[in-house]
């Protein structure tokens, strides 16, 4: 039961962020280009956390899907992480592991259910 509870949260969480990439929120798309991340990419970033959200939800009926989701999600959020600290911008690095986070703690409770 934790186990859903904390996917459904994770993958909203996800999907929010998004939203906020494809619909360009200013507090997005400003430090993303401050960080240096091509404007055209950002469709494409977003779309992967959309799949991604879709995928932790999906998992919660096909298990493989939820773990190959969550992997891809760490991944991007782990990316997200490294590109802030390249662009030395230290005071904006909780946000993507505000994103990592639920993620990984959705896969760690997958696993033990």
Known sequence: ???TIVTVLAAAWVAFSA???LTRAAWVVEPLASYGVPA???PWLGAAKAAGAAGLLAGLLVPVIGILAGA???LYFTGAVITVLRARSYT???YPIL???PVI???ALGATA
């Open 105 to 107: 703690a959705a896969l």
């Open 40 to 42: 055209a990419w950002w």
């Open 92 to 94: 904006t690095v909780a």
């Open 19 to 21: 939203y906020a990439v």
């Open 72 to 74: 891809g999600l760490v």
């Open 99 to 101: 994103y990592l986070v």
């Open 1 to 3: 039961m934790i186990h």
